[in-house]
């Protein structure tokens, strides 16, 4: 019959679908090797001879920030380094009343002796690298620090990470590691954490320490103002630029330091929506930036591993895709009594490379092993529930539709109840409670015709059920919050 010949077929895509999701697990596999491996710092440089140190511009760029802004300037303002060597510039996009509030800071400053500047963009031309690349024109400074609004830099930032510029002129992007101002604020922060924790003591340790090409993560980090320039400086035309810059810079032979021993402390997404909203900008512009620099990667002279370890990195999200038209094909799979065309048992065993890697990055990071027991369960189900807003940000990527970049809510931890900045419901929300009732249902059908696809199908429907009821939750408690008591002024 004609619908059983097509339902071999969509057989052998889901085989097929499910083995690059392994590939993308043993990809993991091979980082946390590389990570063990290179546990082993590196000699860390230092100097004391402050007259060696070049000058530096903190760059901090902001839009609608106005719970957390006053908190990042005075904290840029309390850097340890040479006065007469610093500059710090508070490029403020803000349509709200975050300008008023980030001008009177930075004029306290300034009437204190501290070299600050005050620009205030009336358009968002080219969002975040807009901003970037605006400040560089006015100011100069041989090397450029960057963090985003909810970071607090410690004050010794920069006298720790400068002096691996001196060791090598052709380091052109240091990074530091994140971490958590409100990680015990809520199982959504303490879920983003381990996620985040995988990426900075397994990922950017794996590829920093063996030569493979890496991004750094736009904040915490310290970039050589000649790199930015030969590698095409700042650009809008995908949604990650520091990825972006990252990428074109180690194309043109400079390299990225990454020390997991300095630490720049930000605030996580607070919601689930938040989270979501991150994930997607984060993806479409991984994605896009794999579609721009592809090519170069596979024809530049870097190593084979190498390129496609870049390749690999900048595929990471269409593991959500993947996962999604995996589920959906399991349909067709049960009406074959679960019968496929390649013997797939033998891939279950990479569903314990996850969470080996997350559990190592706690160790490594010296966390409370408990919160990895609590918590890795349920980063399981929302990592099921993402692929419905990373299979779209994927299809815009590819299909070229243009975005706004849209900023992360922040809140200062304590204040995310008084958020009018809280988020709507998203379109993903209701394909996530119809994605939970497919599961169910073709988990009832598949208990007569394949019985042992019956666990895969209830835990992807319990991961889109569990996003779903969060993201209705999350949403409706902040805007009740937010009529309960509303903020004065705006």
């Not at 530096?56 to 380094?81: C, G, H, K, M, W």
């Not at 390749?311 to 996962?323: N, Q």
């Amino acid at each position: 019959m004609a619908w059983l010949s097509i339902f071999h077929k969509l057989a052998w895509v889901y085989a097929v679908l499910n083995i690059v999701l392994a590939l993308f697990s043993l990809n993991i596999l091979i980082l946390l090797i590389l990570a063990i491996f290179h546990r082993r710092p590196p000699q860390i440089p230092t100097t004391t001879d402050l007259s060696e140190y070049p000058s530096v511009l903190v760059q901090l760029p902001i839009y609608n920030e106005r719970f957390v802004v006053e908190r990042l300037i005075d904290s840029a303002t309390a850097l340890d380094y040479p006065r007469d060597r610093l500059i710090i510039q508070v490029l403020d996009d803000s349509t709200d009343q975050t300008n008023l509030i980030a001008e009177a800071r930075v004029n306290f400053h300034r009437e204190r002796g501290v070299n600050i500047q005050y620009l205030h963009r009336n358009n968002r031309t080219g969002f975040k690298a807009g901003a970037l690349a605006e400040g560089l024109h006015h100011a100069s400074g041989d090397l450029v620090a960057i963090f985003d609004a909810d970071f607090i830099p410690p004050a010794d930032f920069l006298k720790r990470l400068v002096p691996e510029f001196l060791r090598d002129p052709r380091v052109g992007i240091v990074q530091a590691r994140w971490e958590h101002l409100n990680r015990d604020q809520n199982a959504i922060t303490q879920i983003i954490a381990l996620g985040l924790d995988l990426h900075f003591a397994v990922d950017q340790v794996a590829r920093s320490r063996s030569g493979m090409l890496m991004n750094n993560n736009g904040s915490g980090c310290i970039l050589r103002r000649q790199c930015i320039e030969e590698a095409g400086g700042w650009q809008s035309d995908t949604l990650v630029e520091d990825t972006d810059l990252s990428y074109r810079a180690q194309l043109k032979g400079w390299k990225i330091v990454y020390r997991p021993d300095v630490t720049a402390p930000g605030e996580l997404p607070a919601t689930i929506l938040a989270f979501k909203q991150q994930q997607f900008r984060w993806a479409k512009g991984i994605l896009q930036t794999l579609i721009k620099l592809g090519g170069r990667i596979i024809a530049s002279r870097r190593p084979f591993l190498h390129k496609l370890g870049g390749l690999v990195h900048l595929s990471m999200y269409l593991a959500g895709p993947l996962m999604l038209f995996s589920f959906l094909l399991s349909l067709p799979v049960i009406y074959l009594h679960g019968h496929l065309p390649i013997n797939l048992a033998f891939l279950s065993a990479v569903a314990f490379i996850p969470p080996i890697a997350i559990f190592y990055s706690q160790v490594s990071l010296r966390r409370d092993w408990k919160n990895f027991v609590i918590y890795y369960p349920l980063l399981s189900l929302i990592s099921i529930g993402l692929s419905v807003t990373l299979t779209r940000a994927a299809w815009e990527a590819f299909t070229g539709r243009q975005s706004p970049f849209v900023r992360t809510p922040k809140f200062a931890a304590a204040n995310a109840k008084h958020a009018d900045y809280a988020l709507p419901l998203d379109q993903a929300t209701y394909w996530e409670m119809f994605l939970c009732l497919y599961g169910l249902g073709t988990a009832s059908i598949a208990l007569h015709r394949a019985p042992h696809i019956v666990p895969f199908l209830l835990l992807y429907a319990l991961g889109y059920g569990v996003t779903a009821f969060l993201s209705i939750q999350q949403s409706s408690n902040l805007r009740h919050a937010l009529r309960a008591k509303p903020i004065l002024g705006d």
